[in-house]
């Protein structure tokens, strides 16, 4: 079972701790690499630069090494590039088409996200994602 949408605006904090998620309402069936992808890509900032701009950041250089960070932290071992450019790839493809089948059935939260430039945003995200695995990891020197 996994959230399906394990992002900082879904945690629950008790300080400085992440105690949890809420908002479960994409909770389902999914792969451990499919909910990793979306949470990855939410708590690195993967988001169109615009839109993680937006919400102040501005350590678009430093992604490659957050990335990596996270996803050690996490005790993935498997390949980055599959799970970035294969795996989150095509978990943004499915949220633009869950968006736009929800819009197109008339659910004005989705209608709003369909043309308030969610969709739009997302796209931009999918093309900017192979930058961010071709900039080489910062390494810090201690």
């Not at 994409?26 to 690195?44: I, K, M, N």
């Not at 250089?61 to 294969?86: K, P």
């Not at 493809?93 to 043309?115: C, M, R, V, Y």
């Amino acid at each position: 079972m996994c959230h399906n949408d394990a992002a900082p605006y879904n945690a629950c904090w008790n300080d400085d701790r992440l105690v949890g998620f809420f908002d479960w309402d994409f909770a389902g069936p999914a792969t451990r690499e499919w909910d990793l992808a979306f949470t990855a890509s939410a708590w690195v900032r993967l988001h169109a630069r615009r839109v993680a701009r937006d919400e102040g950041f501005r350590a678009f250089d430093d992604r490659r090494r957050r990335l990596d960070s996270f996803l050690a932290a996490y005790g993935w071992t498997g390949d980055v590039e599959h799970l970035v450019l294969g795996t989150l790839r095509l978990r943004m493809l499915s949220h633009i088409s869950d968006i736009e089948q929800l819009a197109a059935s008339g659910d004005p939260l989705f209608q709003a996200l369909s043309t308030g430039g969610t969709v739009e945003a997302i796209r931009e995200a999918l093309h900017e994602l192979p930058a961010v695995l071709t900039s080489p990891p910062k390494r810090t020197t201690a």
